[in-house]
C-alpha cells in the first residue's frame, strides 16, 4: 500500500501561481512513476502531468504553464502551477505505481484525497 497526501492549494487570484505538493510514502520509492490529475466540478478527471526517472510528460494545453517534479530525498512530488486562470480550478490529485508515463487515471493504483485549488477572476 502507498499513502499520499497532498497540500498546497487554495485560493488565488487569476495571473498568479501557485505550488502543489504531494508527500509519499509505504509503497512509493524513487522508481515509480508519478503524476497529478485535476477534476472541475461537473468534469472527468482530467491527467495534468507524470514522472519518471527518465522524464516527464504533460497535458498539451498546460505545457508551459505547469511544471512537474520531484525530491527524491523527501518522496515528495510537485506541481508548479504559473499563469493560471479559471479553467485550472479543479481539486487537483496526486497519484503514483503507473508503470507507464500515462495521463490515464486507470494506470495509477494509488491515489490522494486531493486539495483543492480555486482561481478567481
Known amino acids: 500500500q502507498a499513502q499520499l497526501v497532498e497540500s498546497g492549494g487554495g485560493s488565488v487570484q487569476a495571473g498568479g501561481s501557485m505550488r502543489l505538493s504531494c508527500a509519499a510514502s509505504?509503497?512509493?520509492?524513487?522508481?515509480?512513476?508519478m503524476g497529478w490529475f485535476r477534476q472541475a466540478p461537473g468534469k472527468k478527471r482530467e491527467g495534468v502531468a507524470a514522472i519518471g526517472r527518465d522524464g516527464d510528460t504533460y497535458r498539451e494545453s498546460l505545457k508551459g504553464r505547469f511544471l512537474i517534479s520531484r525530491d527524491n530525498a523527501k518522496n515528495t512530488l510537485y506541481l508548479q502551477m504559473n499563469i493560471l486562470n479559471a479553467e485550472d480550478t479543479a481539486m487537483y490529485y496526486c497519484?503514483?505505481?503507473?508503470?507507464?508515463?500515462?495521463?490515464?487515471?486507470?494506470?495509477?493504483?494509488?491515489w490522494g484525497q486531493g486539495t483543492q485549488v480555486t482561481v478567481s477572476s
Open positions: 509505504g509503497n512509493v520509492d524513487s522508481r515509480d512513476i
Open positions: 497519484a503514483a505505481g503507473s508503470k507507464y508515463y500515462s495521463l490515464q487515471e486507470s494506470d495509477y493504483p494509488y
